[in-house]
């Protein structure tokens, strides 16, 4: 653009969050099908967070873009029987670490692991070869933080490796927050679809088992969802920007919730009528409530007429 404008600081989260769009159809393809696909990416590109990050100057959502990228290079060397996929997946995490630190290894590393280790797999965790994918991770990060660190010191190396990854995540210094934190931002954050959540959980475990894939695809996703909550709960330093990366995995299960209601309609039809019945309910209290709560702002005289 010339210069550091406006456009030139959202313009990578936009570029971001559109791939990120791309990425989360793929993996909903590949483990639920297409329309379970289509869903998903409905449901990741409409939710509140992923709106407001996709056109905020900040790098977390390039941060989600290349986590997603990464877990899409491993579901494609999972499902395709090609551990080649896994070397690109941790090339995908050495790209997440230079955007914003361990976590774009951590959390994806952890929920593979965990799902590898649920399952039972210990075949596929062999063939994962965690010790040549740590290699070819850190090849990465070193690659720029080698002459990053020659160029800006001991002090620069100190502050980028230490005070804002390690320190920030075990002994921060600000954002404190109490463990249930992420659980009380995230149903306001993923609207409308948090409604849908519980249920997209309930009939896809209940209907996952009549497809190996699927199975896997919701369990995999079960575990990157769960993975990703419980390793930023344990910092004391919580802000619901860390946790975008376990929105493609939300969106993934309502779509693939969805798709099952579809498929076997009209038996989950409670399971979605009472969800669209209590965001029904509450787009009405809200219309009711938004002339009474700003009565007497000037900012609110349109909708008093």
């Not at 630190?101 to 210990?122: D, E, K, M």
């Not at 798709?259 to 965001?279: S, T």
């Amino acid at each position: 653009t010339g210069g550091l404008d406006e456009t030139a600081a959202r313009l990578p989260s936009a570029l971001s969050a559109i791939g990120a769009v791309l990425l989360v159809y793929r993996i909903g393809e590949r483990f639920f099908g297409r329309r379970a696909g289509w869903l998903a990416t409905a449901t990741f590109a409409t939710c509140f967070k992923v709106l407001w990050q996709g056109r905020f100057g900040q790098i977390d959502m390039m941060l989600t873009a290349l986590v997603t990228l990464g877990v899409w290079f491993w579901v494609r060397g999972y499902t395709e029987g090609r551990p080649g996929f896994y070397r690109l997946f941790f090339v995908a995490a050495g790209l997440a670490t230079l955007a914003k630190g361990p976590v774009g290894l951590l959390p994806p590393l952890l929920s593979i692991l965990a799902f590898l280790a649920i399952t039972r797999n210990r075949a596929e965790i062999g063939r994962l070869e965690i010790g040549l994918g740590l290699l070819i991770w850190a090849v990465v990060v070193l690659a720029w933080l080698v002459p990053a660190g020659l160029s800006g010191g001991d002090e620069y190396l100190r502050q980028i490796v230490l005070k804002q990854n390690v320190t920030r995540y075990a002994d921060p210094w600000h954002h404190f927050q109490p463990p249930y934190y992420y659980l009380t931002v995230v149903p306001g954050e993923f609207f409308p679809w948090s409604f849908l959540l519980p249920t997209a959980v309930v009939v896809g475990w209940k209907t996952s088992k009549s497809s190996v894939l699927s199975r896997d695809g919701f369990l995999f996703c079960l575990c990157w969802v769960i993975a990703t909550l419980l390793f930023f709960s344990v910092s004391p330093a919580k802000r619901s920007v860390y946790i975008l990366t376990l929105y493609p995995a939300m969106a993934l299960l309502v779509g693939a919730g969805l798709d099952r209601i579809a498929a076997e309609w009209p038996r989950w039809r409670r399971w979605l009528v009472i969800p669209f019945g209590l965001v029904a309910g509450l787009a009405v209290v809200i219309v009711a409530a938004l002339p009474i709560a700003g009565r007497g702002r000037s900012e609110a005289v349109p909708l008093g007429g």
